[in-house]
């Protein structure tokens, strides 16, 4: 009997070391208590995020979850005001110029996304009208703008998080190429910034990139965040690169979860447990290829909460300094 | 006698279209006319921009005498605001407050360099303190951030020139390889930013990246905006690449100029009258790989100051439609 041949050309021993988003997240977050210890020592208050939910996503229900969990387990606070579906986008600007003025908030942040019939550009206008003293996610224009002239303080949380678990797990950012997949005003575009201000040569690639997998694997560093369920594969990858991968992709076909991960795998019997998984935009036979990888979940995500921890935290701190809390 | 390999190994004869700066800058002017005439008669006056220039840099005075000639040769307005080199931040920041509220100003430019003693950040706290309506340069954070966001009408002039130079020459920017050698906030950035929104994938390079030249000749479309004098050389070029040189560097030393472009050169011969010659960031024996190039001078510098045309124009009519002019 003669081996698969196609089995033999990949070596099934993982070759990448794991980017562990939890535990560099809990790491950030520890950091920041004795910060938040003294601002509410001195301010009579902890750092005070103020939060805008409309409707009912299910996604959106857990992630605000989450940040409220993480905000109260490091003694800050957290106000949630939740508008109905039905809200206007007059009602959620209402909110946030409320926020705006309120001396108790030191940092707004609007769950994405809005409902659909707010409109189109009802984020934009939302983002546009925070004060960007308090926008923790980073999205207002002037913050923007501040982030690519580098002189940002409040930088999106999920790039700024994949900034520190590289520099936390010692992976040299300046003089390597960096490839972004995916241009999104949240992840791709404020990536490609962060990136190459700390010196990484970067090409931001798309849907509409020619000979996508060419150009990936040219990347010492390669940040997948394009949104689509295991489309990295081994070809994207240098030897030894290093792999961020943002995506998170509920799968709810067992067909697919199989053909990916293998029977009697730790995901399939996710699967059979749950109904469904979360995976990432790699394909999981690119642990066999890459140096290091961000597992998913327990990549990227913990550390975008953690983040948003920092940045609310800095917020509160810089309104400090400037006398306005 | 047998011939010079190395000479033979370079053909002489050029492969690069000429990509005629001049040319389309006039056409996008002369495409002005007719709005300027109409707002003209519309508000009673033409479309008017405030100009600030500190100190007497010898580069600025000539910049400054440019804009204003084009500006008039269009039938616009534009005023000139003079502040000797002692005048401080201040003062430069009054005459930009005064723009700012001026009812007959579309459009305000502060002239780049402003005198050292003013401080390091002294042009970003002008660029800060321009109404993002008038700011013709797009150098303010908001400007920034929405063109990032892709919902800027005001993006900076040299990248927006360069935009309109590959359109009007039919090159393709969807799908290409684009490649940016500089980082700058004026033009590198911005650049890397509006060939993205126009589907390139794009590559940002920079005095760190390493193998900068195997970088640059995977480029469809190569922008050179780190000004060095014939810095880039044909090693930096895939052979019918479209190369884009945005540099001015002035060369006052006659043997560079003639190791560059050869005795009997019609550089050489403008070096000889001139004492000094202006030349840009390409070497001039890429015109024998490239597919097509911009000349330096006559290629980027006149759209740069024919998108400040457009950019007054698009400011003055924006006023109108809000009706405040």
Do not use: W
């Not at 990347?219 to 394009?226: G, S």
């Amino acid at each position: 009997m003669t081996e698969d041949s196609s089995e033999t050309l990949i070596p099934k021993v993982s070759t990448a070391r794991r980017l562990d988003g939890t535990k560099v997240a809990s790491e950030i977050r520890e950091s920041l208590r004795s910060r938040i210890d003294r601002f509410t020592q001195t301010v009579g208050r902890p750092p005070t995020l103020g939060i805008l939910l409309v409707g009912h996503d299910p996604g959106s229900e857990i992630y605000v979850r989450n940040k409220i969990k993480s905000g109260e387990a490091l003694g800050m606070a957290t106000d949630l005001c939740r508008l109905d579906d039905t809200a206007s986008i007059d009602d959620a600007l209402s909110i946030v110029h409320t926020f705006n003025r309120s001396d108790r908030h030191d940092a707004i942040l609007v769950q994405s996304p809005l409902p659909d019939r707010m409109g189109r550009d009802a984020e934009q206008q939302v983002f546009d009208a925070i004060d960007p003293t308090k926008d923790v996610d980073g999205f207002n224009p002037g913050n923007v703008g501040r982030l690519v002239q580098k002189r940002s303080s409040l930088a999106p949380c999920t790039p700024s998080g994949v900034i520190e678990l590289l520099d936390r797990s010692e992976i040299e950012i300046g003089g390597a190429r960096a490839v972004v997949i995916g241009r999104s005003d949240i992840v791709g575009k404020p990536m490609a910034m962060l990136l190459l201000h700390r010196n990484a040569t970067v090409t931001i690639c798309h849907s509409r990139t020619v000979h996508l997998s060419e150009v990936a694997a040219s990347a010492d560093i390669l940040v997948a965040a394009l949104g689509r369920a295991a489309f990295v594969t081994r070809d994207f990858i240098k030897p030894g690169a290093t792999v961020v991968d943002v995506g998170m992709n509920r799968l709810n076909d067992q067909a697919q979860v199989e053909a990916l991960f293998g029977r009697g795998s730790k995901k399939m019997a996710a699967f059979e447990k749950r109904g469904s998984v979360v995976t990432g935009d790699v394909h999981p036979e690119v642990e066999f290829v890459a140096g290091a990888l961000t597992p998913v979940p327990g990549g990227v995500g913990p550390l975008t909460i953690a983040m948003l921890m920092s940045n609310t935290v800095g917020a509160a701190e810089a309104r400090l300094a400037r006398g306005e809390p």
